[in-house]
């Protein structure tokens, strides 16, 4: 039997909501071992003179313990 955890990462990027999803996933599986899924909570942009500045994704990462 296994036991999930889930945890909130909140990750952004200058560049694209994927990248943001993939700096949040690179810096999440430094520290959390078995991490098997990523569901990604909201996305949004902030802006700078009527210009996106920053891409940010909420996302909740799903690890399994031992």
């Keep these: 039997m296994s036991v999930a955890r889930v945890t909130e990462i ?8 994927k990248a943001a999803i993939e700096i949040g996933l690179k810096r999440a599986t430094k520290t959390l071992k078995n991490v098997q899924s990523a569901w990604i909570a909201s996305q949004e942009v902030m802006l700078k003179n009527d210009k996106v500045v920053t ?12």
């Design 10 to 17: 909140i990750a952004s990027s200058p560049n694209s909501f």
């Design 55 to 66: 891409y940010r994704v909420r996302m909740k990462v799903t690890f399994i313990l031992n």
